[in-house]
């Protein structure tokens, strides 16, 4: 076993490089995104967390979500939160984080690509691994941890959001999130094989 080799490490997370070309706007829509299923149902309860927030949401809802495939969902939902526009199943977030200010999501692939595009975010987590994750992104100033899904608290994820969005904090962890993921990683993925081949 001691000839295995481990290629890890964020300069090597494989996202779409396209995520960098993207343009954060710290006046844009704040998009939520729990996953493909969102297995803890936070969604609805981050949205309705942020409805004192005067700015667009937009509710990214995964295919194996319980409110996936359901018409007029926000109006179900959420009632007359008019700022709320639940996107179903999109083949990518891309659209949604061009011109985006946050995204609030678990920890995973939507944050990485969230950071690629420079729109910092606010991260639960699912399990302690993940956590300890997010904690270290918080250390390096690159997004904010709200803690476990187990753990969630509306006053904690409002304070978080309102904290993040004044300019300075904002600035500081859209520049320092695209310093982390800048969607080269794939080139220096098979830079490494080939070397490690070669040896």
């Not at 076993?1 to 704040?30: H, M, R």
């Not at 709320?84 to 995204?103: E, M, N």
């Not at 999501?105 to 975010?121: D, F, I, N, Q, R």
Request: hydrophobic share 40%; glycine share 8%.
């Amino acid at each position: 076993f001691s000839s295995i080799k481990i290629l890890s490490g964020p300069e090597y997370l494989i996202v779409d490089k396209s995520y960098a070309a993207c343009q954060p706007n710290p006046d844009g829509p704040i998009v939520v995104s729990m996953g493909g299923s969102d297995p803890h149902d936070l969604g609805p309860s981050v949205i309705s967390s942020l409805a004192h927030i005067r700015r667009e949401i937009i509710w990214i809802v995964g295919p194996a979500s319980r409110y996936a495939g359901i018409e007029a969902i926000q109006g179900l939902v959420f009632g007359d939160l008019s700022n709320v526009r639940a996107i179903q199943s999109p083949d990518s977030l891309l659209p949604y984080l061009d011109g985006a200010s946050l995204c609030i999501t678990a920890t995973g692939m939507t944050a990485y690509e969230s950071l690629c595009a420079g729109v910092p975010c606010v991260l639960t987590s699912w399990s302690t691994d993940h956590l300890r994750t997010a904690e270290e992104l918080n250390r390096r100033k690159i997004a904010i941890e709200v803690g476990t899904w187990d753990k969630f608290n509306s006053q904690s994820l409002c304070d978080s959001v309102e904290w993040l969005l004044l300019p300075e904090n904002w600035s500081i962890r859209s520049r320092n999130a695209r310093t982390l993921v800048d969607g080269k990683g794939a080139g220096r993925v098979a830079e490494s094989i080939v070397k490690l081949l070669n040896e």
